[in-house]
């Protein structure tokens, strides 16, 4: 049970590196490697990857997803990709390591007020997070709250599920790993999609929240 949670794997200049950072390091060498790879050979695959992801973003913003595609696309191949890594030997989800959730909970957050800015201009989208200036704290603490949500449903959900399995399979080791398997990775693929539309929501509520102050 001990190894579902991070462990040290080796140390660097007195720096103790876990193995979640050790299979991060890989996970994007390995995604550069494929990419390059079907892009040479299927680029098709690319493409409908790529319209996929487009009309994820699109539908739940309710607008052209060009601006926010690369950030919203890139975290989508990243958090599905962290979570499936985890079927390879030898290497382990990086999502099951509460940092990394954390990590991507914060850029969501930092992106919200870089999008809204960018698009309506530091003055005008301060003036309705603290319009009504009483309505200030409650804005802080939504938006705050929102992202320990964030990493919390994707940690939780991607350790729970690794538990789970790894319950199963030491009490029937012979019966049941391919539908384990099975099901660890159909779970990191819901969840890669739930925190991408989850981001796509925040940031178009920010950028309606100052279209409606400008209409």
Do not use: C
Request: proline letters at 6%; aromatic letters at 10%.
């Amino acid at each position: 049970m001990d190894d579902i949670f991070p462990q040290v794997a080796f140390t660097l200049f007195g720096i103790p590196v876990r193995d979640t950072v050790v299979s991060t390091w890989a996970m994007m060498a390995l995604i550069v490697v494929v990419a390059a790879i079907v892009g040479r050979r299927r680029p098709m695959a690319l493409e409908m990857l790529a319209d996929f992801l487009n009309d994820l973003v699109s539908s739940v913003m309710n607008r052209p997803a060009a601006t926010y595609l690369p950030f919203l696309g890139a975290m989508a191949i990243f958090i599905a990709a962290a979570n499936l890594v985890g079927v390879i030997p030898f290497l382990v989800s990086p999502t099951r390591d509460i940092n990394t959730p954390l990590a991507l909970a914060l850029a969501v957050f930092f992106s919200v007020h870089y999008f809204g800015i960018r698009s309506y201009g530091l003055r005008g989208y301060l003036k309705e997070l603290a319009s009504p200036i009483y309505v200030l704290p409650l804005e802080i603490i939504g938006q705050l709250s929102r992202t320990l949500s964030l990493t919390l449903r994707l940690f939780g959900n991607i350790i729970s599920t690794e538990m789970i399995v790894a319950v199963i399979f030491a009490l029937v080791p012979l019966l049941v790993p391919l539908p384990l398997v099975g099901f660890s990775m159909f779970t990191g693929l819901l969840q890669a999609y739930i925190f991408t539309a989850l981001a796509a929501v925040y940031i178009a509520a920010a950028i309606k929240a100052v279209e409606r102050d400008e209409q």
